[in-house]
T-cell receptor, first 115, second 112 residues
């Protein structure tokens, strides 16, 4: 079954304690991205990756890092989380823009609370 | 990417067709219309997309006006499980970022 898997689904952490949210896809997609969703602000892109070792900033990259060492994985790293990063996070993947199927597949989300 | 305008909310009776409109009057020639939905904080789910012809799949139909300035997503027999926020997104297929810009969408409530 084609899917994007995020872990953990729920996480409560304290300010400043480094954390990683993992994302893995089994569709051999080149393109992966991270979004955050906040009430009243909708879904906003944090970072994206066009392929292995190719990453770039989205609309709200401050406070986040990503890496793309393997095609299937795209972890989101918060080096020093702060309360304003409390949010619902989604990972997404799709084939390279312009090739093949157009739809993006989203993970089930990670609800992060930073206290 | 062109901007889209959708109603904030809509109601639909279970079993009836749900018709969700989207205005995209500034759409350019190479931009597609995509529809996604999000059920109660789950990950957004792709529904359908089209360029200028009407499209149909197992989930829905997409009707695009001849001038391409608006479109309608049709759920032919809405069920309670179709209650969700529906997003209309306009973007070029080969966009370099692949970024989907989600607006506020339409909250569809299907009622028994």
């Amino acid at each position: 079954e084609a899917q994007v898997t995020q872990n953990p689904r729920y996480l409560i952490t304290v300010t400043g304690k480094k954390l990683t949210v993992t994302c893995s896809q089994n569709m051999n997609h080149e393109y992966m991205s991270w979004y955050r969703q906040d009430p009243g602000l909708g879904l906003r892109q944090i970072y994206y990756s066009m392929n292995v070792e190719v990453t770039d900033k989205g609309d709200v990259p401050e406070g986040y890092k990503v890496s793309r060492k393997e095609k299937r994985n795209f972890p989101l790293i918060l080096e020093s989380p702060s309360p304003n990063q409390t949010s619902l996070y989604f990972c997404a993947s799709k084939q390279f823009p312009g090739q093949g199927r157009a739809e993006a597949f989203f993970g089930q989300g990670t609800r992060l609370t930073v206290v | 990417d062109a901007k889209t305008t959708q109603p904030t909310s809509m109601d639909c009776a279970e079993g009836r067709a749900a018709n969700l409109p989207c205005n995209h009057s500034t759409i350019s020639g190479n931009e597609y219309v995509y529809w996604y939905r999000q059920i109660h904080s789950q990950g957004p789910q792709y529904i359908i997309h089209g360029l200028k012809n009407n499209e149909t799949n197992e989930m829905a139909s997409l009707i695009i006006t001849e001038d391409r300035k608006s479109s309608t997503l049709i759920l032919p027999h809405a069920t309670l499980r179709d209650t969700a926020v529906y997003y209309c997104i306009v973007r070029a297929l080969g966009g370099s970022q692949g970024n989907l810009i989600f607006g506020k969408g339409t909250k569809l409530s299907v009622k028994p």
